[in-house]
Antibody
């Protein structure tokens, strides 16, 4: 079955960067898309970006353009989300999700001084 | 504020039916399929409906979705206390060139 395993929780200071990984298994990695979705404490779901593992093509939410980089490694079936210039507003659980159907467990990113 | 509008909350008694609406525009719902997710407290979102009205395996047929024009609807019949959760609609938006979620609807089973 499809499984998405994400890296562990991170704590960063404002202005720093964070890189979250999402390792896929149970399906052909280059089929479909991987979305990144985040959820701030007590808030709703917010779409962050999407990567097509077959090509590496990415699209990011407008508000994160310039700070968000998504990459993939087809040798390890892993996608990465790199977010720079962090502020407290980036504090959230970050999920990866294959075609928004199968979801990873989430990675808590806390931005605090 | 999301480009997809959902009611913040809905409620109904056990055994009853509830309808959750998701209103969008021609650049999103009007031109793309809608998904619905359920998020139980403290858990990962779970796909309930894809391609407007299709259920993944394991989702009971008392859950159904529909789309008409620029709006979509999620219906849940035979409500159970275990249905208490937040529900989100999602689709793609051509104007934003981005995925979009509704603001979420909290379902309370009285």
């Amino acid at each position: 079955q499809v499984q998405l395993v994400q890296s562990g929780a991170e704590v960063r200071e404002p202005g720093a960067s964070v890189k979250v990984s999402c390792k896929a298994s149970g399906y052909t990695f280059t089929d479909g898309y991987i979305h990144w979705v985040r959820q701030a404490p007590g808030q709703g779901l917010e779409w962050v970006g999407i990567i097509k593992p077959s090509s590496g093509h990415t699209t990011s939410a407008q508000k994160l353009q310039g700070r968000l980089t998504m990459t993939r490694d087809t040798s390890t079936n892993t996608v990465y989300m790199d977010l720079t210039s962090l502020t407290s507003e980036d504090t959230a659980v970050y999920y990866c999700a294959r075609d928004l159907g199968d979801w990873g467990p989430g990675t808590l990113v806390t931005v605090s001084s | 504020q999301s480009v997809l509008t959902q009611p913040p909350s809905v409620s109904a008694a056990p055994g009853q039916k509830v309808t959750i609406s998701c209103s969008g525009s021609s650049s999103n719902i009007g031109n793309h399929d809608v998904l619905w997710h359920q998020q139980l407290p403290g858990t990962v979102p779970k796909l309930l409906i894809y391609e407007n009205n299709k259920r993944p395996s394991g989702i009971p047929d008392r859950v159904s979705g529909s789309k008409s024009g620029t709006s979509a609807t999620l219906d849940i019949t035979g409500l159970q206390t275990g249905d208490e959760a937040d529900y989100y609609c999602a689709t793609w938006d051509d104007s934003l060139n981005a995925g979009v979620f509704g603001g979420g609807t909290k379902l309370t089973v009285l």
